[in-house]
């Protein structure tokens, strides 16, 4: 079996249901089936419904929330729970996107905490890391990642990463049409397996890589075998564009052979 790239979609504050519903069936028009990939939607909490139902006979889609409380139930204010998202069909949550950690302060302990609820209640999380500018021209991209991951393997055991997936997003990439070169997120990819290695997690889970990814970086992203994957923001909301996007990354590699258990 070869191992599936991942196409990830964090849509944001857009698209609620009834844009939701025409997104899915213009885009089940134009994607078929392929066993080789995974995509992942993150749609607002209010169309998580609409979405997994629209994909419920696709096996190779999976609907997940933007963001989740990390207590089940009680006296949060516009919080969102893991059950209540999985009782709409939700399978997988984004943790710790940049948005949430540098507009809402969340912070690393937030982040392990939110985490670790993901995975008791059997839901995939999607651990989102990554440097700002300042801490990039500073030349502390390493310390900042390794600071981010270290919260949450200092709550997970070692087998939990066996469920989780990863995003290196570097939030200077984020939104504004620059990514980062493949060798420069290759090197992170690898410097994150290389931490996590040193600690003794030595079980292979997906890393994907996010911060302006579109049709035309795509595969090359995708062509370094660090790359397990892409989260694309802007380029994910149009369903043309989005399915032309995985097409395009579809063909930049042959994935070297074994799975993931996070990816079914
Ligand atoms: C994101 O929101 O995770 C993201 C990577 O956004 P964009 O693709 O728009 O940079």
Redesign the pocket.
Known sequence: MTRPLIF?A?W?MHHGPAETRRFAERFLALNALAENRRLWFFPAAVSIATLAEAFRARRDVAVGAQNVHWEPKGAYTGGISIPMVMEVGARLT?VG???RRHLFGETDEQVARKTRAALAAGMTPLV?VGETLAERDGGRTEQVIVRQIGAVRQTLDPGDWARVVL?Y?PVW?????K?ATPDDAAQIHELIRMDLGRNGVTVRFPILY?????TGNVASLLTRPQIDG???????LDPDKWAELVETGSRAKVRPSGGFTSVE
């Open positions: 990830a964090n944001k984004l996107h940049s948005e989102c995003a997003e990439a984020i939104g504004t049409g990514n996010g911060g302006s990814v579109n892409v989260l694309v923001g802007g380029a994910s």
